[in-house]
């Protein structure tokens, strides 16, 4: 694609901030000013009374262009996105502030590309963000969105700040080391990148500004009209609709593709979706108002052409299993050949519930399992690596609802009733574990509520989650108090034959664990894996669905580790808390012992940190950081580290300092010299903190 947009020799530490706005214009970029300085986030746009105009070819006239940027003009600057720009359009992440956003892009990179990120142009923002800009076919529309999840795309009529602008911060944008625009190319966006787009656009929402003033039209808020018909929800209603399309017709030809590549399969498809679809233009003929939308026959047509690339995988592999569920309710939306345009209100006149404002404020506030962290009747998932403990953690959470302890590390528990645990794996030594955890909290649990279901339970199959409600049914019964929370361990052991990767199955899955949650009113919590790039395993469904999301981190061997709050929807998240691991002698004559994991320091520290460990906690600190420096091993100051245990405000645990305490005893030490990032291992390129002085 660069060879089209020859870029002249450019040096960005002697060029002027007219020159890197030449640059910009010679790759085919839309680029004008920003607003400088930049002191509000609302800066970050066009200083421009108008702009509109620019939203689609052909770049601006030569002399607008030499009027904004001449010799002496201002830093700030940033790109149109969308058709203006080679339908180029950009990913933000703000990973540092919203771990989903981290969690999401690493899911999809890692069921797409084996975790690997494609080589485009990539910048980090002025507030420490990252984007990465790709360059769309010319058949699929750029949507331009914003997500409470951190991640915004910018697509058509979208604008994006482009370095050297200065952020709100004071911080410059900068192009990463290798990506800039005249070190690689702009990459032209894989199918699986456009899908996993449309996918986040249909889950959160999205807009299509740069569109004339016609086809921006507010829907009402309701899927469908009066009729039926399709009005909202198109984007992810088409998607779904172009996959049964082409799955169609891989069963109807025997996965042979026909000389015409589908294409009369595809028109026909075409006219049903018309039918079952409304445009929200005003005044225009439905097709004509859909294909200006991008949501016509013509849109749907592309969709089915980029899927033809995975005729001989992706769809093979649906076409010949067997669908479970399949007759699940919302089948006919998904049926191609659905007609709705003739649908009628139900003849006894029976409504959806509907609620104003006052009754929507009047509604009860969320109820806590756990505070802070578990929401009642809700779903969520445990995860980490193996060895991690994650189970240890499970089992020692729903004991201490079964047994009514007040809190469980240090958070307080709101709820107390029954707990099923489901797990066909590690039996041998869970009584082991439950004398432990009895040992350390000084406590029975033989007459808790707490039951074990431990043979294999296929969540794929109606016939097995019927089984499971009415054993659940009758654990109920026979404990004579509320199921609190069902736990499955280990998501994957309830999955046999699926594709954890696939979103299909895993909302299979998902619509399973609703099914026991609203059926006892408890929360269902699953233990799962990670990936081996650290997010957890799995297709995206898992952290969509999640109302929590708890990730473990230890180091294997390791006396210590920590879990991280990724996400919480009801309450604060990002959030970490030391644990300890210990070896608890079960005093038989076997001489048995078994792990036991406990929180070490504080939950949180209610005040900010002053002071800090005495002079002789000091010198054992630095004692330490010396040793894992000459073992290999050297403690960090990136919180990227505690995936492997080294993470120094997490070790300090072990010293009796608080989480906060730890971030700022590192920083105060990074600040003076005490301690330095330094290579600890030339050929893994392995960086730690080295002792640098004394403070003595």
């Known amino acids: 694609m660069m060879a089209a947009f020859p870029i002249p020799s450019f040096d960005p530490d002697f060029a002027s901030n007219a020159d890197w706005a030449a640059m910009y214009r010679a790759c085919g970029m839309q680029v004008v000013p920003a607003r400088y ?111 409470s999840m951190g991640v915004d795309i910018r ?10 602008s200065v952020h709100l911060s004071g911080v410059a944008y900068a192009w990463d080391d290798g990506f800039a625009p005249w070190e690689c190319e702009l990459c032209p966006a894989p199918d699986w990148l456009l899908e996993a787009v ?5 889950q959160h929402g999205g807009d299509t500004r740069g569109e004339t003033k016609a086809e921006r039209v507010q829907h009402s808020g309701a899927d469908f009209d009066a009729f039926g018909a399709r009005v909202d929800g198109r984007e992810d209603a088409m998607s779904r609709w172009a996959f049964k399309t082409v799955l169609e017709l891989y069963r109807k030809t025997g996965g042979v593709l026909p000389e015409d590549r589908g294409e ?67 089948a006919s939306r998904e049926d191609p050949a659905a007609d709705f345009s003739n649908a009628k209100a139900p003849p006894n006149g029976e409504l959806f519930e509907f609620l104003d404002v006052k009754a929507i404020k009047s509604m009860p506030d969320p109820s806590w ?33 079964s047994v009514g302890m007040p809190d469980w590390w240090g958070r307080q528990i709101q709820r107390q009733g029954a707990v099923v645990y489901i797990s066909s794996e590690g039996q041998a030594d869970l009584k082991f574990r439950i004398q432990a955890w009895e040992q350390t909290n000084q406590v029975l649990a033989d007459e808790s509520p707490f039951y074990l279901i431990r043979q294999t339970i296929n969540f794929m199959k109606v016939e097995d989650i019927g089984k499971l409600l009415a054993t659940v049914e009758a654990i109920a019964a026979i404990a004579n108090v509320p199921i609190a929370a069902v736990f499955v361990d280990t998501v994957s052991r309830v999955l046999p034959g699926a594709d954890e990767n696939l979103q299909k199955d895993m909302t299979l899955f998902v619509s399973a664990c609703d099914a026991v949650r609203q059926r006892f009113k408890a929360t269902v919590i699953g233990v799962h894996h990670t990936s081996r790039n650290g997010n957890m395993r799995g297709s995206t469904v898992f952290a969509g669905a999640g109302d929590f999301l708890v990730e473990v981190s230890r180091e294997e061997g390791a006396k210590h580790g920590s879990i991280r709050a990724a996400k919480i929807k009801a309450a604060e998240d990002g959030w970490d808390q030391a644990f300890k691991v210990e070896t608890v002698s079960l ?72 989480a906060k305490q730890a971030v700022h005893l590192m920083e105060a030490w990074l600040a003076n010299g005490v301690i330095s990032v330094e290579i600890r291992n030339t050929n893994t390129k392995t960086k730690g903190l080295k002792v640098a002085a004394g403070i003595d």
């Open 198 to 202: 449309d996918d986040l656009v249909a």
């Open 155 to 164: 697509g058509q009529g979208g604008f994006a700040m482009l370095p050297p």
């Open 37 to 147: 300085p930049m002191r509000t986030k609302e800066d970050k746009r066009p200083d421009l009374s108008t702009w509109g105009e620019l939203h689609n070819p052909p770049l601006a006239p030569d002399a607008a262009f030499a009027r904004w940027f001449h010799p002496r003009c201002a830093p700030n600057m940033g790109l149109v996105s969308g058709r203006a720009s080679r339908n180029a359009f950009v990913i933000d992440l703000d990973e540092h502030t919203k771990p989903e956003a981290a969690l999401w892009w690493r899911g999809v990179l890692e069921i797409n590309a084996m975790g690997i990120e494609p080589e485009t142009w990539k910048q980090t923002t002025g507030g420490g963000g990252r984007q990465l800009v790709f360059e769309a076919p010319p058949d699929w529309h750029a949507p331009t969105n914003r997500t």
């Open 587 to 658: 005093g038989d004559i076997a001489g048995n012992t078994s792990l036991v994991v406990s929180p070490a320091g504080v939950v949180e520290e209610e005040k900010a940190p002053d002071g800090g460990p005495d002079r002789q906690k000091c010198r054992e600190i630095l004692d330490a950081l010396r040793r894992a420096w000459d073992s290999g091993k050297p403690w960090s100051s990136y919180p990227q580290s505690k995936r492997d245990g080294r993470y120094m405000p997490m070790l300090l645990a072990d010293f009796g300092v608080g």
């Open 369 to 401: 399992l756990i505070d802070g962290l578990v929401v009642e009747e809700s779903l969520g998932f445990i995860f980490g690596p193996p060895g991690c403990l994650k189970t240890f953690i499970a089992l020692g959470m729903g004991l201490s609802f």
């Open 264 to 330: 009369a399969h595809f028109a026909e498809s075409g006219e049903h979706w018309l039918r079952s679809t409304k445009t929200r233009l005003q005044g225009v003929d439905n097709a004509e108002g859909l294909e200006r939308e991008c949501r016509g026959s013509k849109a749907l047509a592309a969709k089915c052409r980029r899927l033809l690339s995975k005729w001989d995988s992706k769809v093979a592999e649906e076409a010949n299993k067997e669908r479970p569920f399949a007759d699940r309710a919302d």
